[in-house]
């Protein structure tokens, strides 16, 4: 069995004035694992028409034969909504992983970044 338990926070008008923040935190019980993550999310509305999202994760997990992980995810995502039901999307995000063992340490970077639109029916 796998259990996770999480605590989560919303609150308004945090950083600007039209804003929504989320802050997160999950402890993940597991028989082999434990993990531990938290987050915190924002998104502004900066016009009737634009928006910007702000996120950072962080991730934390050890295993029983001393193998750690820790993971931290910022990124950041900008919209424009083009008509009633299309936007159009950009989102950059960057993902840093340390891995360590014993007799090991593996260190990867991810860079990434998309462009696409939503169109909600």
Do not use: C
Not at 49 to 58: E, G, I, M, P, V
Not at 85 to 90: A, K, Q, R, S
Request: proline share 2%; glycine share 6%; hydrophobic share 30%.
């Amino acid at each position: 069995n796998v259990y996770m338990y999480t605590l989560q926070t919303i609150a308004t008008g945090l950083v600007a004035r039209r804003d929504i923040t989320v802050l997160s935190y999950g402890v993940i019980d597991a028989p082999n694992y434990h993990g531990d993550s938290a987050s915190i999310t924002n998104r502004t509305r900066i016009t009737d028409k634009w928006t910007l999202d702000a996120a950072a994760r962080w991730y934390r997990q050890q295993d029983n034969v001393g193998t750690d992980l820790d993971r931290f995810t910022p990124t950041v995502h900008l919209g424009y909504q083009w008509r009633e039901h299309i936007t159009f999307e950009g989102e950059y995000g960057l993902e840093n992983t340390t891995t360590r063992t014993s007799t090991t340490e593996d260190i990867n970077r991810r860079r990434y970044w998309l462009l696409g639109y939503r169109w909600d029916f």
